[in-house]
């Protein structure tokens, strides 16, 4: 027997149904359930702080999903949450970001999509040149922060409970990890 397996584009993602969420994997349309309490707490914890910094150096902008970045036609994320530097404000349009990737993307882990967030979004993250990825676990109370190195997202520390969280790229932010978790 011939298995067929219909692969889905960003016009078909687009058409889904607005009542779900979801993110388009190698064009296969994945159903993304919503954030439970924690996750919830912890976002908007971690986007209060990172405007706060963005607004007062003028850095860009910060936005939360749901926001499609769209990395191909057969690859469209939802991350909890990016930053786009204000040199490169004109890769946000209307509807999505489209054909470049965001400077910065925060995934907060869920039971549901931990390994996605950990291994494949990862790794397409990096071959699309996110120079900085944040991988949060509201189990652990851990933020691994990664940075572009020549050919992967490097991790440069995963910050625990009590310690101050500093960004590479975003020079002179400092998070302390008790006022996320």
């Not at 930053?83 to 054909?99: C, D, H």
Request: aromatic fraction near 10%.
């Amino acid at each position: 027997m011939v298995s067929t397996k219909v692969k889905f584009t960003y016009d078909d993602y687009r058409t889904a149904p607005e009542d779900e969420r979801y993110e388009l994997l190698e064009g296969e349309l994945v159903m993304v359930p919503a954030p439970g309490f924690a996750h919830q707490r912890i976002s908007s914890n971690i986007e209060f702080i990172l405007q706060r910094f963005v607004r007062q150096h003028d850095l860009g902008i910060i936005l939360s999903a749901p926001f499609d970045v769209v990395l191909s036609e057969e690859r469209v994320f939802q991350p909890d949450i990016l930053f786009v530097s204000r040199e490169r404000l004109s890769i946000i349009n209307p509807e999505n970001i489209r054909g470049a990737a965001p400077d910065l993307v925060v995934e907060i882990l869920s039971p549901a999509t931990a390994e996605r967030d950990r291994f494949y979004k990862r790794a397409v993250y990096a071959r699309y040149g996110v120079k900085e990825y944040w991988i949060v676990d509201p189990e652990a109370g851990t933020i691994e922060v990664t940075k572009l190195g020549e050919k992967d997202l490097e991790t440069v520390k995963v910050y625990g409970k009590h310690e101050s969280l500093k960004s590479p790229l975003l020079e002179g932010l400092t998070i302390q990890m008790d006022e996320v978790f």
